[in-house]
């Protein structure tokens, strides 16, 4: 690597949280400053222990929209008890003097141990409402065309939370303490009302 191209490392779509000891997928990218091609090289991700938990080879076209993002993705078993931490670095080969890393870090969710079904329907027409987000804390859904969702989650106290457009739903506390189903409504409401649309 000479001394005026540097390589910098990316790591995006990272999922929140991540189940213990389970497998995730995560986006690795490489960019030269001086654009030069990076197809072939190799990255590694290790623990926070430093073993080493995937590698893999950067593809041989650059990210669609990017003038030379060079970018892989690989799968990591996530850790039962450590800390979701991990370092991704460039594998030093015969073109690069020094690998260049970087970190990232996930949030660890106990294996989820129960189902929670959701049907949810607008409350004057009672129709199903499709594209609904659900979320109760880290666990989140979307309903599908028939209104239906399911949730895998862990026991314990959850505020649940619906967002859909032109939509309104007040959050509720739920407690889960086994397998559970619960019918819910939303009420609609104008497009020009100012809780009709959400920002994510």
Known sequence: MSDNDTISLAVWDVPMPVTAGEKFAVKIGAKSSSRRELDG????????????AASGALGQAPLPGTEALYWTMLEVTAPVRQTGEYEVRLIPGATIDEAVATRFSVAIAPKPEHKLRVTITERDSAEALGDVEIRLGPFHARTDKSGRAELQLCK?????QLWRTAHIAQPQP????GDTSLELTMVHVPEEHPDARWVR
Do not use: H, M, N, P
């Not at 090289?41 to 080493?52: C, I, N, P, Q």
């Open 41 to 52: 090289y190799r990255v590694a991700v290790t623990d926070a222990e430093g073993v080493l």
């Open 174 to 177: 739920i407690s889960i303490k």
């Open 156 to 160: 314990g106290d959850y505020q649940l």
